[in-house]
DNA sequence: GGACAGAGGCAGGGA
DNA sequence: GCCTCTGTCC
């Protein structure tokens, strides 16, 4: 390596195995990248590094990522790096990249130049339809159950007629996934796995295609590598012809995504197939305190299945990670809330104050004493922006404008607002439309009587609308659209529309930024950057020995779509911005600029980082999931999402949970999680008395707390007064007398220890392990168990 | 067509 | 306990 090279000004900041990372020779390589350890910025460095010497141009790269918010943060800072035109260059996510080749290459795709994409709840109601259509018994086939298995299928590469049959119940469920295709084609739209798996299809039997973005790709980096699925594997192989190479960034101890066909094994898979020669761990953090990192280290090393590695600190040990035990998860809600009021009161700001949970379900409990507290704070998760039923619907309208033959679209807003088209009258034109093999929309004409002239008068509606809005602009179109489909008139109505109101206009400025900022409808202009030595960003497909009959899409904006290489038709800024809603869901509510606590699951908080973290609901049954414990990968998963939840931390870090918690209307008795027995005993402050072994309080219930509410006199916080929480235990001791962790006798299964309490009264059960008989479910009223001392 | 009541279900979530 | 879906009644 050329010494000139080793001291790029790119290049000072990184550590060893960073920089080894970034400077790999051109061949395949897997990162193994720890958290905090810089993995965003080995990606962005690796990039900006092949292009500043010279060895490729902007055009030869391909980065994927899997969320919106990743491809963009490394677009930033690619172009923080380098004058270059970052927003021609192929970087997004898996779907966002799709979409941009399916664009191009629509017709060999089959496809309608102007396809739209349906996103989750679209999917599951073309689901609906179609099984209302063909009588599908919804007791036997959950329309749920059924998208799932449809998306799993795709995910797996797998159409109908490559689908195992073993049952009768297989059969049909392969038959309504082959009528959801013909559906779907018939519509001219595709559902995100379709995005992916046309592609993956398209690349792998048009053999000038594939070689032509063989040649064109040199380098192709993927971000969450340890996330990708099946198909998506398979996908990126095509793109990796003999004298490319690929990047791959991940890190198997946060695969937490399993659940949804993520196939952690691909990193292993890669290694072999590819025959990967350079390994490189990152394993310096830069995030955490050594106490919060041996805590997450030795967390994860109870995992059996691990590519391996150790995070390491130059930071010192910092605080201890405190842990709180509450009586009840109001108690343990209060505690929480105190604290973080305290910490806010020191003057950490309180966005960097995260409280982190296993399910949504928890949040509730904490909110309302958030609320009371008059504590600002955010919640993530929830409906996005363009996932709101108002907005859907206006979308709705919008994309009836562009294609009338959108069934899906179609019978959302036929009769929204209402305007006298009741279920019967769309029925019977469902019939009609079956009958002719018509849409919904052409099959109108053949209607009669009043339902008919109703849906006339719909249909006349949105062609009166197309023409109005003929040659507008896409703002323009919109607020047309929003006036004479009545949507504002509506929610003007009713009692709680404001809200709505507000998100339908912000619907406006959301076309309208995305027509300037996203550079809609102007070529994206590259940049010569002579700069970095001579690279020129565009060159002719011939010289870079692409096959010049092809599209030519070297520098599209990221949502340009190529004209027709024919007629030079081009998708309209309406279609482009369907499209645009469709792959980028909006953020979710907030009352962004407030400084708020962060309040999220553990799923959604990957990839964070924040000064302070609190790990809530630590308790079997809860975190790790009860679900999870069936299987020994459940429960490992289980392990890597606390992994997760640990490296969110900078500089304080709290675990808590509760002995009892209101799930699903009922008081459950809960035993701290197996995760407190795997963590480094010396990084720790246990805020209340660490109980003997696998839970149970040593104090029994409601004892070992001072009733007395914790004097908010002294300066003292909360946790450092020995275990004081803000509000007296609840006397909820149980008749029968049991407790979590208690050891008990039964006549026939011996003795065994209490995992679980259910119920009151009458339907009181427990769940205990036996030793020998393994855990059972026994009715408290029937069993006869005496506690053993 | 809209308001209301009762039943059933309930992880994690990006595109 | 809360939300969603469905069915019923006016």
């Not at 390994?279 to 305190?289: A, C, H, T």
């Not at 842990?323 to 343990?332: H, L, Q, R, V, W």
């Not at 970095?532 to 060159?539: D, E, I, N, S, Y």
């Not at 790990?615 to 490992?636: H, I, K, N, Q, W």
Request: aromatic share 8%; net charge negative; glycine share 8%.
């Amino acid at each position: 390596m050329h010494p000139e090279v080793t001291e790029s000004p790119l290049l000072q900041h990184l550590n060893d195995e960073q920089r080894a990372a970034v400077t790999l020779p051109n061949a395949h390589a897997l990162i193994l990248a720890g958290a905090g350890s810089g993995k965003t910025r080995v990606l962005t460095t690796r990039i900006a590094w092949l292009l500043s010497t010279g060895q490729i141009g902007p055009g030869n790269v391909m980065a994927v990522t899997f969320t919106n918010k990743a491809a963009k943060e490394m677009m930033t800072r690619l172009a923080a790096m380098l004058p270059v035109n970052v927003r021609g260059m192929w970087i997004g996510t898996f779907h966002g990249l799709c979409n941009r080749f399916l664009r191009a290459h629509y017709k060999l795709a089959g496809l309608p130049q102007g396809f739209q994409i349906l996103d989750t709840q679209d999917q599951l109601s073309a689901v609906k339809r179609l099984m209302k259509q063909h009588n599908v018994d919804e007791e036997r086939f959950p329309a749920k159950e059924l998208q799932w298995f449809i998306s799993g299928a795709k995910e797996e590469g797998l159409r109908p007629g490559a689908m195992e049959v073993r049952t009768e119940e297989d059969r049909r469920k392969v038959e309504i996934f082959q009528l959801y295709e013909e559906q779907c084609q018939r519509e001219g739209v595709v559902d995100f796995a379709e995005l992916m798996l046309r592609s993956y299809e398209l690349l792998r039997d048009n053999d000038p295609i594939r070689e032509h973005y063989r040649r064109r790709f040199h380098h192709i980096l993927i971000d969450e590598f340890q996330d990708t699925n099946k198909l998506q594997y398979a996908w990126i192989k095509m793109f990796a012809g003999p004298g490319n190479s690929v990047f791959a960034v991940g890190d198997d101890d946060q695969s937490i995504y399993a659940f949804r066909g993520a196939r952690v094994g691909n990193m292993a898979d890669f290694v072999r197939e590819f025959q990967v020669g350079h390994q490189i761990k990152l394993e310096q953090n830069y995030r955490s305190f050594s106490n919060i990192l041996d805590s997450a280290n030795a967390l994860i090393a109870h995992n059996k299945t691990r590519l391996g590695k150790n995070l390491r600190t130059d930071q010192g040990p910092g605080e201890p990670v405190r842990i709180y035990e509450a009586p009840t998860d109001m108690a343990e809600a209060q505690w929480l809330v105190e604290e973080a009021r305290q910490l806010a009161r020191e003057g950490i700001p309180r966005h960097e104050i995260a409280i982190l949970y296993r399910s949504n379900a928890q949040s509730r409990v904490i909110e309302t004493g958030l609320f009371n507290a008059a504590v600002p704070y955010r919640v993530y998760g929830g409906l996005r922006f363009f996932e709101r039923a108002e907005i859907k619907h206006a979308l709705s309208y919008l994309r009836l404008l562009e294609n009338p033959n959108d069934d899906t679209s179609f019978l959302r807003v036929v009769n929204f607002p209402a305007r006298g088209i009741g279920a019967r009258s769309v029925e019977q034109l469902q019939d009609a439309a079956r009958a002719s093999g018509s849409s919904l929309h052409d099959a109108v004409q053949a209607t009669t009587g009043k339902a008919g002239a109703n849906l006339a008068a719909f249909v006349a509606k949105i062609d009166a609308m197309r023409v109005e809005t003929a040659g507008l602009t896409l703002r323009e179109i919109i607020e047309v659209m929003l006036q004479r489909s009545g949507l504002i008139e509506h929610y003007r109505a009713e009692r709680d529309g404001g809200d709505r109101i507000d998100n339908l206009e912000e619907l406006v400025n959301a076309a309208e930024s995305f027509v300037t900022q996203e550079g809609f409808g102007r070529d994206a202009v590259a940049l010569p950057i002579d700069e970095l030595g001579g690279t020129v960003l565009r060159q002719s497909p011939a010289s870079q020995g692409l096959d010049p009959s092809l599209p030519e899409i070297n520098e599209p904006a990221p949502d340009y779509v190529p004209p027709d290489a024919e007629t030079g038709e081009t998708l309209s800024p309406l279609a482009a911005f369907l499209t645009h809603a469709a792959l980028e869901s909006g953020d979710n509510q907030a009352q962004a600029g407030q400084d708020a606590v962060q309040l999220m699951t553990v799923h959604s908080a990957k990839g964070l980082e924040f000064d302070c973290v609190f790990v809530t609901g630590l308790e079997e049954g809860l975190f790790p999931s009860e679900r999870s414990l069936a299987d020994y990968d459940g429960l490992e998963e289980e392990r890597r999402l606390m992994y997760v939840a640990i490296t969110r931390a900078r500089k304080r870090l709290y675990l808590s949970y509760s002995q009892t918690r209101l799930l699903h209307g009922q008081t459950r008795y809960n035993v701290r999680s197996r995760f407190f027995d795997e963590l480094p005993e010396g990084a720790l402050k246990w805020l209340t008395p660490k109980n003997q072994s696998f839970g149970g309080s040593a104090f029994g219930f409601g004892m070992g707390y001072p009733t007395s509410r914790g004097s908010s006199a002294g300066t003292s916080r909360a946790s450092e007064t020995f275990a004081s929480p803000p509000v007296p235990a609840q006397k909820a001791e149980p008749a029968h007398g049991l407790r979590a962790g208690m050891k008990v006798f039964h006549a026939k299964f011996g003795e065994g220890t209490v995992l679980t309490l259910e119920g009151s009264g009458q339907d009181a059960r427990a769940q205990i392990n036996f030793p020998r008989h393994g855990q059972k479910w026994l009715a408290l009223a029937v069993a006869k168990l005496t506690p053993v001392p």
